[in-house]
């Protein structure tokens, strides 16, 4: 059974850091592309950033380029978010997402359960 199971949300000010976590079982989690995806309160989901099976290759949206760092440690089965400088606009549920083929990044076929990040003064 796939489980996504995300940690590492709070409460932050602006300019602060937090780093997200994904614990992942059920699955080869080292073949698999890996993803976060946030939405903020009342919007759409938005994509955050990507990362390959090996975790060479990386990739943001725009919007967290600079900042945030995926990152995965594939002894431990785990994902992670590091975001720096965070912004009111960052407020959002963040949800780690697996890619459904190992070739490519997507579509997306489990989800976590989300951690909410809220960055405010």
């Known amino acids: 059974q796939v489980q996504l199971v995300e940690s590492g949300g709070g409460l932050v000010q602006p300019g602060g850091s937090l780093r997200l976590s994904c614990v992942d079982s059920?699955?080869?989690?080292?073949?698999?592309?890996m993803n976060w995806v946030r939405q903020a309160p009342g919007k759409g989901l938005e994509w955050v950033s990507t990362?390959?099976?090996?975790?060479?290759?990386?990739y943001y949206a725009d919007s967290v380029k600079g900042r945030f760092t995926i990152s995965r440690d594939n002894a431990e089965n785990t994902l992670h978010l590091q975001m720096n400088t965070l912004k009111p606009e960052d407020t959002a549920v963040y949800y780690c997402?697996?890619?459904?083929?190992?070739?490519?990044?997507?579509?997306?076929?489990?989800w976590g359960q989300g951690t909410q990040v809220t960055v405010s003064s």
């Open positions: 990362i390959n099976s090996g975790g060479e290759n990386t």
């Open positions: 059920g699955f080869n989690f080292n073949i698999y592309w």
């Open positions: 997402a697996k890619s459904s083929y190992i070739w490519s990044p997507w579509p997306y076929d489990y």
